[in-house]
């Protein structure tokens, strides 16, 4: 848990996280690929890098 904190505290401090929408939002809004699309493969990418810790 406190890991996770750590890391929900350090995306929203960097911004990385509205740097995340905003490129999934411009990729949906400049490309046939809408949103939705995007969500299960980041999943499981996300998925794959939790794997090996």
């Known amino acids: 848990m ?4 750590m890391l929900i505290n ?3 401090t960097t911004g990385v996280g509205m ?3 905003d490129t999934i ?4 809004a400049s ?3 809408h ?3 995007i969500f299960p ?3 499981i990418f996300l ?3 939790g794997l090996g810790h």
């Open 19 to 21: 740097w995340a929408v």
């Open 2 to 5: 406190l890991s996770a904190g």
């Open 35 to 37: 949103m939705f699309w």
């Open 41 to 43: 493969f980041l999943v």
């Open 10 to 12: 350090i995306v929203h």
């Open 25 to 28: 939002l411009a990729i949906s």
């Open 47 to 49: 998925g794959f890098i």
């Open 31 to 33: 490309t046939f690929i």
